[in-house]
């Protein structure tokens, strides 16, 4: 499935507003602890970490695909901010080798990474000490939510206790989750409804 080539109609309302709501969810999540660098990944066009930035002294922002980031970077030359660094990279293919971060989240990135154990292993060793990690993602489903994507090879959502055992087996505490919001699809005049999770642990 390409999302490059979806890159420039990506940001329709309905993202827009679920967007919002992420990422009021993960200010909620972190509450009043002092993170300076974060990282979002699968960042899309960024919609989530536009509407983080203004809280946090740095805010990076990857993505695999190069068309997203691409408008990422015609948002930041129209919105004028000097905090927000966009970087395209498979951190699945390629070792990230730049400063480690107080905050990583991701939000419906990892149903659609087969190895979910790997990927949060990298997050785990990208963490300062005592960084956290956030993942948001839909709960378990029956494949509906990706009906129109007839290339779809991921997972069709998590359960909590799946990817808390994962959180615990790759070295993180203080786990905890929690279904926090609830959408729906249309697609061919049928109402597909879907709930998103979030899961969040701490280095050690």
Not at 108 to 135: P, Q, S, V, W
Request: hydrophobic share 35%; proline share 1%; net charge neutral.
């Amino acid at each position: 499935m390409s999302f490059g080539s979806r890159a420039k109609n990506w940001d329709n309302e309905a993202r827009i507003e679920r967007s919002k709501e992420v990422a009021e969810k993960i200010n909620e999540i972190i509450g009043n602890e002092k993170y300076n660098s974060i990282m979002e990944y699968g960042c899309a066009t960024g919609l989530i970490g536009l509407n983080l930035c203004d809280r946090f002294k740095k805010v990076t922002l990857m993505d695999s695909e190069k068309e997203m980031i691409k408008i990422v970077k015609e948002k930041l030359d129209k919105s004028k901010k000097n905090n927000v660094f966009p970087i395209q990279i498979d951190l699945m293919d390629k070792a990230y080798k730049g400063e480690k971060f107080d905050l990583i989240y991701t939000s419906l990135t990892l149903h659609h990474i087969l190895d979910t154990e790997r990927i949060i292993k990298i997050f785990y060793d990208l963490l300062n000490e005592n960084g956290a990690l956030c993942i948001i993602d839909l709960d378990k489903e029956d494949g509906s939510f990706h009906i129109n994507q007839k290339d779809f090879n991921g997972h069709n959502g998590f359960e909590h206790r799946y990817m808390e055992s994962i959180f615990e087996s790759v070295g993180f505490s203080n786990i905890k989750s929690d279904t926090f919001y609830n959408g729906q699809k249309i697609y061919k005049e049928k109402i597909i409804p879907y709930s998103l999770f979030y899961t969040v642990g701490f280095k050690k």
